[in-house]
């Protein structure tokens, strides 16, 4: 396609980024690829991570060739490239020059909620961890560098008003509504990072978006003081979200 449309999504962990990539794989015109900086920051930062010498070895680790592809034409000659990012993965010695070649956008979570949701399968969370500062940042260099507010979408509402959602993303990053985005066919993707055996359980044993359903965090006093900590980077996020109708 000589002018394919690239979506880079920028969320957090424990968010419904992967819910999102099967809504955008399930459609007939798109490639998705999952974290592709994850290999990246790995190798870089040194950080302990789930099955990080497994995600390294079976990863790009040169940021220059992952952006050059980010960028470059869509695998498989799709019209539509959906790339799931996680903000902590775009580090400052990146190049964010790539950035312009994609239609930026953004998926946010109550910091509770995916604070309560990170604690439940690692015994330590941190700020940089869940990423919200990090996602303000982005959001607002994209901001600049575009000259106008990016889509900002937040888990809460998806989960509420899917088909309505997914219609306005659709919308606002220039491509039709598909219906086949609100469902599809249980179980792994091989376009699934190797890194969906640790963290994909739940949305393997999906069909669709999961109905939203309020519930008490059951944070301790350190959560509770870092979701505080987080909160003022998502509301700034909040106040644009896309809202429901």
């Given at each position: ?8 999504m920028w969320s ?15 459609r007939t015109d ?133 088909d309505n959602m ?80």
């Amino acid at each position: 396609m000589s002018n394919p449309v690239r979506i880079a999504m920028w969320s957090g962990p424990r968010n419904i980024s992967t819910a999102m990539m099967r809504a955008w794989e399930n459609r007939t015109d798109t490639t998705v690829w999952d974290e592709p900086l994850y290999g990246h920051y790995l190798a870089h930062t040194g950080i302990d991570h789930p099955m990080r010498e497994e995600v390294i070895g079976a990863t790009e680790t040169d940021w220059r060739q992952i952006v050059d592809q980010l960028a470059g034409p869509v695998p498989g000659g799709k019209s539509i490239y959906f790339q799931k990012h996680m903000t902590l993965h775009l580090m400052d010695h990146i190049d964010r020059r790539w950035m312009e070649n994609v239609v930026n956008c953004f998926l946010i979570r109550d910091p509770a909620e995916v604070i309560a949701s990170y604690a439940a399968k690692r015994d330590k969370v941190t700020a940089a961890d869940v990423g919200f500062e990090a996602q303000l940042e982005i959001f607002r260099h994209v901001e600049k560098c575009a000259g106008k507010i990016p889509v900002v979408l937040d888990a809460r509402d998806v989960l509420k008003h899917p088909d309505n959602m997914l219609q306005k993303l659709c919308a606002a990053v220039g491509v039709e509504f598909d219906e086949d985005m609100l469902s599809w066919p249980a179980g792994r993707r091989d376009s699934d990072g190797i890194w969906g055996v640790h963290w994909y359980g739940a949305v393997e044993n999906s069909t669709g978006f999961a109905p939203y359903k309020p519930s008490d965090p059951g944070l301790d006093s350190d959560q509770s003081e870092l979701a505080a900590k987080c909160r003022p980077f998502y509301d700034e996020l909040y106040h644009h979200r896309i809202q429901p109708s």
